[in-house]
């Protein structure tokens, strides 16, 4: 069983929480932990907002609280017409999140019978308490560099084994390839760009991220292998051609890595093209099919090394 770091963080703020309202003699203190543990988010920035949001809602159901408890009395009934006012109106200011951890504070108000100056101060720091420490916690985020490191060199491990298995069947016309890797790389995709929409919340003044251009970038990629893999398929015959592709796709393999070598192979990609142009026309339906196959394949792969191109500037 894995321990995560919200678990852990939860774990602490709730006790801490509830110690400093106790400390303050504070009525109702185990509320500070409730109020920290609804505080404590994956992310600094959703912690802020969520922090926020609550905070907002908690003044905001004092306010109707006394307005409403003091109007109509300390009746169920004023409950029930206190958040038919006061639910629309969190909605109103965008301050829907913060509705639970203001209920609690409405529950108090309603059982204390009476809605005094000393009372509201009470419930004021145990809201400021609560969020505090939740926020405290939330400014400690590890770090998620090391995991998306990992992400991506088994993200070109699979983009190589990809390469290569179109060259051996460009070159044997043999198909023994499970293709589980395109299984696991949509999945390790999918979970980087979750990671890295996760990492730049962690960064309050960082709008851009170092991963996240490269793994849109490597999605674009993948969906072009993916359009590679029928066109490939269909190729029944071998001819000469078909060689000089697989050689191709196999420097391609070896070239699969974080820098940008992409202009030398697009180079080799024209140089290939004219090649094709000096070669003599198909004699047969299934040679000229295979051909026109290979021309488109020469196009997606020229669509798979501009984007690299783009990515990033050159190595060479």
């Not at 003044?59 to 038919?84: D, K, Q, R, Y």
């Not at 299984?183 to 730049?200: F, N, P, Q, S, Y």
Request: charged share 25%.
């Amino acid at each position: 069983m894995k321990i995560g770091y919200r678990t852990l963080k939860t774990a602490t703020g709730t006790p801490i929480a509830i110690w400093l309202a106790q400390l303050l003699q504070l009525q109702n203190f185990v509320s500070a932990g409730i109020i920290a543990l609804l505080c404590i988010q994956p992310t600094r920035k959703r912690s802020m907002l969520t922090s926020w949001h609550r905070f907002g809602a908690c003044l905001l159901a004092m306010i109707f609280s006394f307005a409403v408890f003091e109007t109509i009395g300390f009746h169920p009934l004023a409950i029930g017409i206190l958040l038919v006012l006061f639910i629309p109106t969190t909605v109103l200011l965008r301050l829907t999140p913060g509705i639970v951890t203001s209920s609690v504070i409405i529950l108090h108000l309603y059982s204390s019978g009476e809605i005094t100056f000393s009372l509201l101060v009470n419930e004021f720091f145990l809201i400021v308490i609560g969020i505090g420490t939740a926020l405290l916690l939330n400014l400690y985020m590890p770090s998620l560099e090391n995991n998306l490191v990992d992400l991506q060199e088994k993200v070109e491990e699979n983009f190589r084994t990809i390469l290569k298995e179109i060259a051996i069947y460009l070159r044997e016309g043999r198909e023994t390839w499970t293709g589980k890797e395109l299984t696991e790389t949509d999945e390790l995709l999918d979970k980087a760009e979750r990671l890295v929409a996760r990492d730049i919340e962690n960064h309050l003044l960082r709008d851009k991220h170092t991963f996240f251009d490269y793994f849109i970038m490597r999605r674009k990629q993948f969906e072009l292998l993916r359009r590679m893999l029928p066109l490939v398929s269909q190729m029944d015959r071998l001819y000469e051609q078909n060689y000089r592709m697989a050689n191709f796709f196999d420097e391609l393999a070896e070239a699969v890595h974080p820098g940008n070598t992409a202009k030398l192979h697009l180079e080799t990609l024209r140089e290939l093209r004219k090649t094709f142009d000096k070669d003599d026309l198909p004699k047969t339906r299934v040679e000229f099919e295979t051909r026109a196959n290979l021309f488109r394949l020469l196009y997606e792969i020229e669509q798979y090394l501009v984007l690299k191109k783009t990515f990033k500037p050159s190595d060479v």
